[in-house]
């Protein structure tokens, strides 16, 4: 009789240089049971993750399991990131992303973000602040039932005087505005989630092809065996 080892899913990441070398740095301080192959040397090449199981979907509002984040945090983006700092308090601690910068309402009970305007989705579309207002509505819409939307109980609505300005409104004051307003939510493609809510976006092709603005391309999934990502060459 032959002992024969599971099969685990796959996570391939082809990178591109500097980044590649960060995400590898990364997943080698983090992570177990991984394996990296190099093309080319030190820049670039394909970082191989094994990981538990697969996702449950690929659709941030409403994944629920730790290889749907993995993927999800290298293929979407947040407003602003978390610095080095680590500090959630205010705003200092973040780094831009989507926004490149953001202004505070003088009485602190709203935050305009002003999005980077060379930001474009992975096929090609500009994003614009209705992406920004409909990621809200996706997360904090009840037919959704987004596991998330508790997280953002703080924010009253978002508002977009233009294009490229996307304005959050606080129901009170606190030191985690930002940090509420930034961090729980990955923004998402309006242009293609088109008005859906409830079964319809889980039954959605972005939640088994998702389509971001991170700094790596969603490739191919192939269940119970891999997901592929590519560095997203042309990144802002």
């Keep these: 009789m032959v002992d024969v080892a599971p099969i685990r899913p796959q996570l391939l990441v082809h990178m591109r240089p500097k980044i590649g070398l960060l995400l590898a740095a990364l997943f080698a301080a983090g992570c177990t049971g991984g394996e990296t192959a ?32 993995i993927v999800e945090n290298l293929v979407y983006d ?35 973000f002003h999005l980077d305007s060379a930001a474009r989705w992975h096929d090609g579309v500009p994003v614009r602040s209705a992406d920004v207002k409909s990621t809200f509505r996706v997360y904090t819409d009840t037919a959704s039932g987004s596991p998330f939307a508790v997280t953002l109980a703080s924010i009253d609505s978002v508002s977009t005087p233009d294009s490229m300005t996307a304005v959050f409104w606080f129901k009170k004051r606190s030191p985690l505005q930002f940090f509420d307003a930034v961090y729980n939510m990955s923004i998402l493609p309006d242009h293609l989630l088109k008005g859906s809510s409830g079964a319809a976006l889980r039954a959605s092709s972005l939640s088994r092809s998702p389509v ?25």
């Design 38 to 69: 190099k093309n080319g040397g030190e820049n670039g090449g394909t970082l191989v993750i094994s990981v538990g199981g697969d996702p449950d979907l690929l659709f941030p509002p409403l994944s629920s399991t730790t290889p749907a984040e």
């Design 78 to 112: 947040p407003l602003a990131e978390i610095g080095d700092s680590l500090s959630t308090v205010g705003d200092a601690g973040f780094k831009p992303r989507l926004a490149k910068s953001w202004t505070w309402a003088h009485d602190s009970l709203s935050i305009a």
């Design 212 to 236: 971001g603005t991170g700094r790596f391309r969603f490739v191919s999934w192939n269940p119970g065996s891999a997901i592929q990502l590519a560095a997203d060459t042309g990144n802002y």
